[in-house]
T-cell receptor
Framework: DARVTQTPRDKVTEMGQEVTMRCQPI?????VFWYRQTMMQGLELLAY????????DSGMPKDRFSAEMPDATLATLKIQPSEPRDSAVYFC????????????????FGPGTRLTVL | KQEVTQIPAALSVPEGENLVLNCSFT??????LQWFRQDPGKGLTSLLL?????REQTSGRLNASLDKSSGRSTLYIAASQPGDSATYLC???????????FGTGTRLLVSP
């Protein structure tokens, strides 16, 4: 049963600390997304990668957030330094979007990382 | 900018009722629309995906329709059960993008 996995599931940290969240996309998927969910803003896209290359990170505060895909099986989202307003649930999603058929495929979501910054 | 709205924000019904959740979007240029279910403290489970060329999709007791020209989608749940209690989110893929734009969600409670 293929699924997206995320670690850690919960993270509590203090303001100013570095936080790294990890995601393992479904094997064979070529596109990975990072979303953030808060009560106030709902679900919003932070960044996404296709074939490990960043395509859109316009939703991400670039001064403190960074997203990478070191290899096809791992995506990371890092916050440095973290702030209380970063407290949210961070979701990773993956999908297969072949060239020329971008409209067809769905995204599969991981269980999320619940981040609390004190 | 694409905006997605869901009505109602919350819904409480007795078990066995048929119900309809609504989703509207401001820009009809979409590739597809996806309905998700989210249980408290959990991730999102994809329920139905409707391509822009389709009018509806069905899965078990769920039926989703899409009227792209009017910017609307509905999720119909037949014979609701307490296990259907969750938050339901709709999301659209704007044309030219691979990301999803999410609605605000409808929190459903089905009481026994």
């Amino acid at each position: 049963d293929a699924r997206v996995t995320q670690t850690p599931r919960d993270k509590v940290t203090e303001m100013g600390q570095e936080v790294t969240m990890r995601c393992q996309p479904i094997l064979g998927h070529n596109t990975v997304f990072w979303y953030r969910q808060t009560m106030m803003q709902g679900l919003e896209l932070l960044a996404y990668f296709r074939n490990r290359a960043p395509l859109d990170d316009s939703g991400m505060p670039k001064d403190r957030f960074s997203a990478e895909m070191p290899d096809a099986t791992l995506a990371t989202l890092k916050i440095q330094p973290s702030e209380p307003r970063d407290s949210a649930v961070y979701f990773c999603a993956s999908g297969f979007f072949p060239l020329g058929r971008v409209g067809e495929n769905e995204q599969f979501f991981g269980p999320g990382t619940r981040l609390t910054v004190l | 900018k694409q905006e997605v709205t869901q009505i109602p924000a919350a819904l409480s019904v007795p078990e066995g009722e048929n119900l309809v959740l609504n989703c509207s979007f401001t820009d009809s240029a979409i590739y597809n629309l996806q309905w998700f279910r989210q249980d408290p403290g959990k991730g999102l489970t994809s329920l139905l995906l409707i391509q822009s060329s389709q009018r509806e999709q069905t899965s078990g007791r769920l039926n989703a329709s899409l009227d792209k020209s009017s910017g609307r989608s509905t999720l119909y749940i037949a014979a609701s059960q307490p296990g259907d209690s969750a938050t339901y989110l709709c999301a659209v893929r704007p044309g030219g993008f691979q990301k999803l734009v999410f609605g605000t969600g409808t929190r459903l409670l089905v009481s026994p």
